[in-house]
């Protein structure tokens, strides 16, 4: 069974500095990657993916993530956060034979600071 | 707007008490699941659905019982309400059939809380 893992339950940072949210994933020999956000008392919503093709993928409000086969990661990152980027954030696997079905991480909560 | 609804959004139930967590989709997706959400744990899958009439369990499915009478509904029954059953239920649905990967689509949750 697949497995994901965050490395951080709680990220703070200060406005407009870097960030980087980790998460490893059991090895598969194919999976589809996700980078989901939750913002206070909202429901989850898709940030951006990996299915296949270019490793480094982006969203539109400026966060990426890149694809390492070889460290089983999908790491989050954004060159300068605001403080409307303070939610959760949940990194999920689908491994290619696992029809439909995401494990998610544990979930890391990013907390912006003016 | 299309997307999954679930309702109730809150809900307190006593210990031992039964109910139905409603969630439909207008989006016509095969695909529908129930996680549970608690702090520290993400999220984890208690049943799901990949078409009308067919169903499986998840990661953490005691306790609970589905049914996928039409593809627009997946009802989530607690059985006899206890309070390691007090969470945040999300429902989400998927297009995805063949396999291809996608992402879910989610509604916006229930609280219930079991006294």
């Known amino acids: 069974a697949q497995s994901v893992t965050q490395l951080d339950s709680q990220v703070p940072v200060f406005e407009e500095a870097p960030v980087e949210l980790r998460c490893n994933y059991s090895?598969?020999?194919?999976?589809?990657l996700f980078w989901y956000v939750q913002y206070p008392n909202q429901g989850l919503q898709l940030l951006l993916k990996?299915?296949?093709?270019?490793?480094l993928v982006e969203s539109i409000n400026g966060f990426e993530a890149e694809f390492n086969k070889s460290q089983t990661s999908f790491h989050l990152r954004k060159p300068s956060v605001h403080i409307s980027d303070t939610a959760e954030y949940f990194c999920?696997?689908?491994?290619?034979?696992?029809?439909?079905?995401?494990?998610f991480g544990q979930g890391t909560i990013l907390t912006v600071h003016p | 707007n299309a997307g999954v609804t679930q309702t109730p959004k809150f809900q307190v139930l006593k210990t031992g008490q039964s109910m139905t967590l409603q969630c439909a989709q207008d989006?016509?997706?095969?695909?529908m699941s129930w996680y549970r959400q608690d702090p520290g744990m993400g999220l984890r899958l208690i049943h799901y659905?990949?078409?009308?009439?067919?169903?499986d369990q998840g990661e953490v499915p005691n306790g609970y019982n589905v049914s996928r009478s039409t593809t627009e509904d997946f009802p989530l029954r607690l059985l006899s309400a206890a309070p390691s059953q007090t969470s945040v239920y999300f429902c989400?649905?998927?297009?995805?059939?063949?396999?291809?990967?996608?992402?879910?689509?989610f509604g916006s949750g229930t609280r219930l809380t079991v006294v």
């Open positions: 989400a649905s998927s297009y995805s059939r063949t396999g291809g990967a996608n992402g879910y689509t």
């Open positions: 090895s598969s020999v194919s999976v589809y």
């Open positions: 990996y299915l296949s093709g270019s490793t």
């Open positions: 999920a696997v689908r491994g290619g034979t696992s029809y439909g079905k995401l494990t």
């Open positions: 989006m016509n997706h095969e695909y």
């Open positions: 659905s990949v078409g009308a009439g067919i169903t």
